[in-house]
């Protein structure tokens, strides 16, 4: 539904803020949400970050605040015990309603909430650099070390079975049986790749099922656009906290795995370009276990190559589903983004089969590495 800036910027008074609103423009790339960056006219140069939450992804708004609220008191008061940086910097801070509330609910069923805008930061939809790369993992790595004592059960599952596999694959079958927009028999060698795959993606969640891996407080959206650098490529922040819920951890691993490996954008339509950059990879992975390894457990370790290859084919399949159902979930330019995005991401798995032997090198390398500096 269309929002023009005057019906922003009444949103945006809502909220806790001193001074007039200078602008509001529309912000980010993300697939769910609506974000506008707000600036205020009072020479004190304060921006924020207004974002309507889309409520058809996120039924219980409520549910997922205070999931959001809990996550980022617990960050907050790490941060500050730790006095490793300024609190407000390193996480995300939420600017209540004039009324003390974290979200407003619109008299259109609108549900919009608001940030401190990070100054001098910076998100890459592709990554460019091995810096870059080594502070997703510090960020990510950091993220669930800091969150490694907190409580899991005071987190609602936000959505249900969002990583689970079978589930997926159910959808899937479901639109393809139910083949709405007559798009079926345009992706039968697409549908055959993933078939011939399925048996093989469920490693995951059955040794989590048979109590192998714990179920920790993961982030479950940590494509790298959703870590917040500085200009020199420091880490600043992780953001996009809606999925935060109880999770295995070779998703998060994964699912930042395949946003930055990749040479091409996640949307790239000629797929000879969707290559992998292995040196990045290593830099993620020399990154993320220099914060981690001390606790993870050793069956953790040996699922995160797992979820390299579970996590591009997972989306892909949530691409390809949402296609054949007609693209009501993610925003979409072209009546084939979906199919497009989803062609990306099996590329991703094809050229990651093709290099398993080496993906698996860097991670048992860094493992004794940094099981080394932790003896
Ligand atoms: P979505 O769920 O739609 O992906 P995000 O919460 O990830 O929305 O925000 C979209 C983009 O806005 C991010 O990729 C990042 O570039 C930017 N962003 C989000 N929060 C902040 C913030 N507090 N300060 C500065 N930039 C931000
Ligand atoms: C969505 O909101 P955004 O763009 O960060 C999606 C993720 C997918 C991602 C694919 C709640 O993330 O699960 O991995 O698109 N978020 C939700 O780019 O479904
Ligand atoms: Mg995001």
């Not at 940086?85 to 069923?109: A, F, H, M, N, Q």
């Not at 939809?125 to 080594?134: F, G, N, S």
């Not at 992998?276 to 390894?293: C, D």
Request: charged letters at 30%; a negative charge; proline letters at 3%.
């Amino acid at each position: 539904m269309g929002i023009n800036k005057p019906q922003v910027i009444q949103v945006v008074n809502i909220f806790f803020i001193e001074g007039k609103v200078q602008y509001v423009k529309p912000f980010g790339s993300g697939h769910i949400n609506d974000t506008y960056k707000v600036k205020i006219s009072d020479g004190s140069n304060r921006q924020y970050l207004l974002q309507r939450i889309n409520h058809h992804v996120f039924p219980n708004i409520e549910g997922l605040m205070n999931n959001m609220t809990l996550v980022l008191d617990h960050l907050k008061e790490k941060y500050e015990a730790q006095k490793k940086g300024s609190s407000t910097r390193r996480s995300l801070t939420i600017v209540p309603t004039r009324g003390g509330e974290s979200y407003y609910r619109d008299e259109k069923g609108n549900y919009w909430r608001m940030f401190v805008f990070l100054d001098g930061t910076k998100s890459y939809d592709i990554v460019e650099k091995k810096e870059q790369a080594r502070s997703g993992g510090k960020a990510f790595g950091e993220f669930q070390s800091l969150l490694s004592d907190m409580d899991a059960t005071k987190l609602i599952e936000v959505i249900p079975n969002f990583h689970n596999i079978r589930f997926r694959m159910d959808n899937l079958r479901k639109a393809i049986r139910e083949d709405k927009k007559n798009r079926v028999k345009d992706v039968t060698d697409i549908l055959n790749f993933v078939m011939e795959r399925e048996e093989g993606m469920h490693g995951i969640l059955k040794r989590g099922e048979a109590g192998e891996l714990p179920l920790r407080i993961t982030h479950n959206d940590t494509k790298f656009n959703n870590v917040l650098l500085d200009k020199d490529d420091n880490v600043q922040c992780v953001i996009d906290l809606d999925t935060v819920m109880p999770g295995y951890i070779a998703y998060d691993f994964g699912d930042a795995i395949r946003t930055i490996i990749n040479t091409a954008a996640e949307d790239e339509p000629e797929l000879e370009k969707v290559r992998l950059n292995i040196p990045l990879y290593q830099a993620y992975v020399e990154g993320y276990l220099s914060q981690t390894k001390s606790f993870l457990t050793d069956n953790e370790i040996t699922s995160l190559l797992e979820g390299v290859f579970l996590l591009p084919y997972m989306i892909g399949v949530r691409f390809l589903t949402d296609y054949l159902e007609g693209d009501h979930y993610y925003k979409v330019e072209y009546p084939e983004h979906n199919l497009v995005r989803a062609k990306t991401q099996f590329k991703l798995v094809q050229e990651m089969e093709m290099h398993k032997n080496e993906l698996k090198d860097i991670l048992i390398e860094q493992s004794l590495k940094h099981e080394k500096l932790n003896s």
